[in-house]
């Protein structure tokens, strides 16, 4: 699968219907053009890093965190309302006990605002059909091999809900400040395929 | 609205393969599993591919992988609308 899906059967129809609804008026390609660029402008996993510092450091904004996102992230100048619509984002913890790996089944929903634009791998038919039955395996392809005691809890992003996962602090990190930290966390480590 | 179902509740997911959209994915029909929470009233996905608008709650619901897949010990946790759940 590559990359570029312009020429995708999917973009054809899409600049199809695209043409057509300007057609009748029912779309201003302008419109459509500047919600698309202020969207791709903002949406990064810089966001996520700068979330996942934080909570690391202030422990009563991972508190408003896990208990809701949504109303948590204006505390850092964020949101899930970077699309046509505000969604609702859960931001899933894990612990020496629990690793949480996020995905949808259904099709590809993601915090792109939180995350930036997806990997191709999280849209692939393997990931999405195995990461729900098999976890442990994907991780371990993933090169993240989990103890057999640590339990793996899967989220299916499969209706109206977003989510985020809060990796664990790596040791050691006790100096460091809160940018620094926020340069520890990778992209799939806020999904999940990774350690952080 | 009220909400039919609460933390803890044991539910028992729809067995129908309708002809039209939903999101209830087919490896998690007719099983059985845990509400850990609300997610919110939304409107109906199978509705709204339908040009109808119903609001409704959907219920954050958590199974086993043993129940799913028959095997794994992992735990797979989906959004559920109201009409996808039934009691166990």
């Given at each position: ?160 809900s977003r989510y985020m996962v809060l990796p664990r602090r790596p040791a050691n ?24 | ?42 409107p109906l996905a199978d509705l709204s591919a339908q040009g109808i608008e119903q ?34």
């Amino acid at each position: 699968m590559s990359d570029d899906h312009d020429d995708s059967p999917i973009a054809a129809r899409v600049r199809e219907l695209e043409a057509i609804l300007e057609e009748k008026g029912l779309l201003d390609a302008r419109e459509l053009d500047q919600v698309l660029e202020a969207f791709a402008h903002k949406a990064s996993p810089a966001n996520g890093f700068r979330v996942v510092a934080r909570a690391w450091v202030d422990d009563g904004f991972k508190a408003r965190l896990l208990e809701n996102a949504n109303e948590a992230l204006p505390e850092l100048g964020l949101s899930m309302g970077g699309g046509l619509q505000v969604q609702r984002l859960h931001v899933v913890e894990n612990t020496a006990q629990v690793h949480n790996v996020i995905v949808c089944t259904l099709c590809s929903c993601y915090p792109l605002s939180l995350l930036g634009p997806s990997p191709t791998w999280y849209k692939s038919p393997a990931y999405r059909s195995k990461v729900v039955s098999h976890p442990r395996e994907v991780l371990a392809q993933f090169g993240l091999t989990l103890p057999e005691s640590t339990e793996i809890q899967v989220w299916d992003a499969n209706a109206e809900s977003r989510y985020m996962v809060l990796p664990r602090r790596p040791a050691n990190t006790e100096d460091l400040t809160e940018a620094e930290l926020a340069a520890k966390v990778t992209r799939n480590g806020l999904i999940g395929t990774a350690a952080v | 609205m009220s909400e039919r179902y609460h933390p803890g509740d044991r539910v028992r997911t729809s067995t129908v393969d309708p002809d039209h959209h939903t999101r209830l994915p087919h490896y998690a029909r007719g099983k059985s599993g845990t509400v850990i929470g609300s997610d919110g009233v939304h409107p109906l996905a199978d509705l709204s591919a339908q040009g109808i608008e119903q609001p409704q709650q959907v219920y954050l619901v958590r199974f086993s992988a043993q129940e799913l897949f028959g095997q794994g010990d992992h735990t797979v946790t989906l959004s559920l609308w109201e009409d996808y759940l039934g009691d166990e």
